[in-house]
């Protein structure tokens, strides 16, 4: 997908909370400004966007950026959820969903979301309950980072199977809460193109996330810390470090 509506990590804003009182100023500069009427911006790739607005605002709240979006050539929707005052998950299960069916209908392919506050908590819970349907979630105004949803089986199947036959995908999730954790294995049969699959894939996007892919280690060997990890590898008859039969390389992301 070319869509450059994806969610980054970006820091945090240091802007003072006094400075809010400054916001119709700033409503004025946005009208003023030429990237509010489309020039000099990248010609969207017509994604269908959904916009999922604030604690105890309506949907009419994020009509600029609505607009916005249309004049880019991005499809946006309105979430229709009305205004945002029930519990998040009986907002999605009512009226969200309906809203998800008709944008993915109409792009034929995953659609964005973007949130302000509140609907940044919603848009998260999305992606997670649909992570084939939604290619990325961006929030606005919100402690909560956007975040893209991670790659399916089906996905991770057909990029590596372009290298070579894949014997078996098994994404990685939380034990608590099923909830996939990011990174998963492939088994893949021939050896020497499991290493032309880690060369070439490692660092590549897959759905708006970047992957590392790399051979798979021993678990005391893994390095700490978070990030989308992928391994792969095919199968070799040496033994690790305990002196059990070593698995077949994977590609983790």
């Known amino acids: 997908m070319g869509s450059p509506i994806r969610t980054q990590e970006y820091r945090e804003a240091n802007v003072p909370i006094l400075g809010e009182v400054l916001f119709a100023a700033e409503l004025v500069l946005l009208h003023a400004a030429p990237l509010y009427y489309g020039l000099g911006i990248p010609p969207g790739d017509g994604s269908a966007v959904i916009l999922i607005p604030a604690f105890l605002c309506p949907d009419a709240y994020l009509t600029p950026l609505h607009q916005w979006l249309v004049r ?89 199977e372009l290298h070579d036959a894949v014997d078996k995908i098994t994404l990685v999730t939380d034990r608590d809460t099923g909830r996939r954790r990011g990174f998963g294995f492939v088994e893949m049969t021939n050896a020497s193109e499991a290493d032309k699959a880690i060369a070439t894939l490692n660092g590549t996007d897959l759905g708006g996330r970047t992957l590392a892919v790399n051979e798979a280690k021993p678990k005391s060997d893994h390095p700490r810390g978070g990030g989308q990890r992928f391994g792969s590898g095919g199968r070799r008859g040496r033994d690790d470090y305990r002196g059990h039969p070593r698995q077949p390389r994977e590609p983790r992301w």
């Open 72 to 160: 880019i050539g991005y499809k946006p929707f309105f979430s229709g959820i009305g205004l945002n005052t029930e519990c998040p998950n009986l907002l999605i299960k009512r009226r969200l969903n309906a809203t998800i069916e008709k944008a993915l209908a109409t792009s034929g392919r995953k659609v964005h979301l973007i949130d302000y506050s509140l609907g940044g908590i919603i848009a998260r819970a999305i992606a997670a309950q649909r992570p084939a349907d939604v290619a990325s979630v961006i929030t606005l105004g919100a402690r909560f980072r956007g975040t893209v949803a991670h790659p399916t089986e089906a996905e991770l199947r057909r990029v590596f």
